[in-house]
């Protein structure tokens, strides 16, 4: 059993995730203390590749990145780079694909957020840098963790705009999600199986890492429900 498939589907996930993590986080801060007209238009562009086809995601990206676009074009020819058909092409999709879940779930951990808290480290001389990161952030650690669990696993299991960027080469481009389509339209369906318990195997061990998270944090819970 070739075991690439697994390999580049955790790397894509990792990468795509760390990046959406500072992305999302910084997007939802600033975002959220915008007036309600300016938020509520910024929202409806961040989270649109939420709610269209996957698909439709790839062929807008392709539109962009491939080598006879602007950019596509302008790496290319600068740095002889291809920005598809490539393994980290697929890294390009999957960041589109699960900003609007890291966005929207840490954005409204931060709306939630008691401001007070804000105001009194204010009043004490604390810099709104460690304001940040030593007040708000482990108050609203739940939602963030949520936003990143949800980004990463959602990560793995992309196919539609992953297939159209990336393609699949096995060995090179080939993830958990397109090897299962590759081996299940090929008629190998007891490995298509393996592939799909893997995955299965994968999101119910993230799943349980959260919950587990959860557990050593209580007081986070509790905060929430007095709130």
Not at 36 to 62: E, F, H
Not at 203 to 226: F, M, T, Y
Request: hydrophobic share 50%; with cysteine; glycine share 8%.
């Amino acid at each position: 059993m070739d075991w690439y498939p697994l390999y580049n589907s955790l790397r894509i996930a990792a990468i795509s995730t760390a990046v959406i993590f500072f992305l999302g986080i910084a997007a939802a801060y600033y975002i959220a203390k915008l007036p309600r007209l300016i938020k509520g238009i910024l929202d409806v562009v961040l989270t649109l590749p939420l709610v269209l086809p996957p698909t439709v995601v790839g062929y807008l990206l392709l539109r962009v990145l491939g080598p006879k676009r602007i950019i596509g074009m302008w790496a290319l020819e600068t740095f002889g780079v291809k920005l598809v058909m490539t393994w980290w092409s697929a890294i390009f999709a999957t960041m589109v694909v699960i900003f609007p879940l890291m966005y929207r779930t840490v954005r409204s951990a931060f709306e939630a957020f008691d401001e007070t808290l804000s105001y009194a480290g204010q009043t004490l001389g604390l810099s709104n840098t460690y304001i940040f990161w030593r007040i708000r952030m482990p108050c609203c650690r739940q939602g963030i963790l949520a936003g990143t669990v949800l980004a990463f696993a959602r990560a793995l299991g992309e196919y539609g705009a992953t297939s159209m960027i990336a393609g699949y080469t096995p060995g090179k481009t080939a993830t958990i999600s397109t090897t299962v389509y590759q081996l299940w339209r090929t008629g190998d369906d007891a490995m298509a199986f393996r592939w799909v318990l893997v995955n299965v195997a994968i999101s119910a061990v993230v799943l349980l890492a959260v919950n587990l998270l959860e557990r050593k944090h209580p007081d986070g819970g509790k905060r929430r429900r007095q709130a």
